[in-house]
């Protein structure tokens, strides 16, 4: 209950409080007898007619604002600076255009021209893009973010529009040692640990698959960890990665490798060690306290210190409770998160395999890093999007993410068609038939369809979006009606929380 509403039923008569209990009749009876809330229900309520007390406050709910302070202060880095960056770039234009001595190269003056373009669009959208959902170190830097992916997305549709092998030219332009055909790399050629037979070094297999993909591995899900906030999620991606391995080896000879590897080397130590940091890192920030001053307002320069160093890490946090199977809807979203992960990882290795990159090559490492930024803010803004009764706008990065992953598949279904449709073993075939109708049944029967048929003469079923459930409503009535129907509505209403 908001503090506002809480010190009016303080001082108010009894009578005023009963009034305003039944004038949110409809959140009461939707508790039963067990509590009282004041949130909306669910996206039918006329939010028109809410005053701002009774409105869902998100932020101040998931922040939890006892923990949370800024004083706002605003330094230079922190202002507007739309016209000194419009003043910078038309100078470097006159430069170019008066005083710079003219290259007779046609190829130089359309790859700077290019440059140029890009540059001037990255610096155009970083000025008047509006500030995401992530503050730190500086809203700046995830609006460049933003733009950056934009133009990435716009390069994959561009590859699209290629042959394979023009394709594979163009990164010439990027590094000349690209565009030529790679020796894949199997990990499975011997899978013996201990090899008596090499008596100077009996390990070597072992240390053969020690290579840079191991510290990868490792950070790779401390980070996802850290954008995914939940230790079942990862838990359940870094298993279904490998088991997609194991059924895409036939495809790609990279995801070949010794059963230790999948599910000792990869799954059990890089990958779950570096899920149970991130959920010790994620303790540390829910515990924090977050309280931000402007640097010059603190005394000492311990103070000092500890402020700058805090400007790297969140500015406020929010745990996220994904609630997979409070509903089918929010269960279908899971799912669908899951998939879109899988997807964007597997991109990675198919890539660059029809491209003709190096695994260790920079562009690889750029592509992982620029992903996992650009998958924090689209899963902030996917969780917010599916348990905020007031956001009604799939987010904008979310949006651009989920193209990017689209656009690289087809690029990959595209220059190497023979690949990903080589037929799949007959035992794979039957593993996945045999998970996929497991998993349609248990769908079936956890949302079985009593979940949604339930009726009462009190009220109708209505999917509420920020308590990511089915409730049911009551149509609000005169107050005399109300207080005759009170109980035998509430007492429907805590039946059905039992049930569901």
Request: aromatic share 14%.
């Amino acid at each position: 209950m908001p503090t506002s509403e809480a010190s009016r039923l303080t001082t108010f008569p009894e009578v005023e409080q009963e009034d305003w209990k039944w004038k949110h009749a409809a959140d009461f009876l939707s508790q039963g007898d067990t509590g009282w809330t004041d949130k909306p229900n669910d996206k039918e309520v006329d939010e028109d007619s809410l005053s701002v007390d009774d409105r869902f406050n998100w932020e101040s709910e998931k922040q939890k604002k006892l923990h949370f302070f800024d004083d706002g202060t605003k330094s230079f880095f922190w202002r507007a600076h739309t016209l000194t960056v419009l003043f910078v770039i038309v100078t470097i234009l006159f430069y170019v255009a008066l005083v710079e001595e003219v290259v007779d190269d046609t190829q130089f003056n359309a790859k700077r021209g290019l440059v140029a373009c890009i540059v001037f669009f990255i610096s155009l959208a970083l000025v008047i893009t509006p500030d995401g959902p992530f503050l730190r170190p500086h809203p700046a830097l995830w609006r460049l973010l933003f733009v950056v992916s934009i133009v990435y997305q716009i390069a994959m549709i561009f590859l699209l529009f290629q042959s394979a092998k023009d394709a594979r030219q163009l990164l010439k332009h990027i590094d000349s040692s690209l565009g030529e055909p790679l020796a894949e790399r199997s990990y499975s050629r011997s899978c013996i640990i201990y090899d008596s037979n090499r008596t100077d070094d009996p390990f070597h297999n072992l240390k053969d698959k020690m290579d840079f993909f191991v510290p990868t591995h490792f950070f790779g899900w401390w980070l996802k960890t850290l954008i995914v906030r939940d230790w079942w999620m990862c838990t359940v991606i870094s298993i279904m990665f490998e088991i997609l391995e194991y059924t895409l080896e036939h495809q790609l000879p990279n995801f070949s490798e010794c059963w230790w590897d999948h599910w000792i080397l990869d799954a059990l130590l890089c990958n779950g060690v570096g899920i149970f940091c991130g959920m010790k890192t994620l303790q540390r920030f829910q515990v924090r306290k977050y309280c931000w001053r402007g640097l010059w307002s603190i005394p000492g320069y311990r103070g000092k210190l500890r402020r700058i160093f805090g400007q790297f890490g969140p500015h406020s946090w929010i745990d996220f409770d994904w609630k997979p199977t409070s509903s089918l809807g929010r269960w279908m979203a899971v799912l669908g998160i899951t998939f879109v992960f899988l997807a964007a990882e597997l991109n990675t290795f198919y890539l660059k395999f029809v491209l003709w990159v190096p695994p260790d090559h920079w562009l690889n490492l750029i592509r992982l890093v620029g992903i996992l930024l650009w998958g924090a803010v689209s899963l902030r803004e996917t969780y917010q999007y599916l348990d905020d009764s007031d956001c009604q706008k799939f987010g904008r990065q979310s949006w651009t993410m989920l193209s990017i992953v689209c656009t690289e598949f087809l690029i990959v279904a595209k220059f190497d068609p023979v690949t990903i449709t080589k037929p799949v073993p007959r035992h794979i075939s039957i593993f996945w038939a045999f998970g996929l109708l497991t998993l349609g049944l248990w769908t079936v029967w956890n949302f079985r369809i009593d979940r949604l048929v339930l009726a009462s003469p009190c009220r109708t079923l209505v999917y509420s979006k920020s308590e990511s459930s089915i409730i049911l409503k009551t149509p609000t009535p005169d107050v005399h009606s109300l207080r005759k129907t009170k109980s035998s509505c509430a007492s429907s209403s805590l039946e059905l929380k039992k049930t569901l």
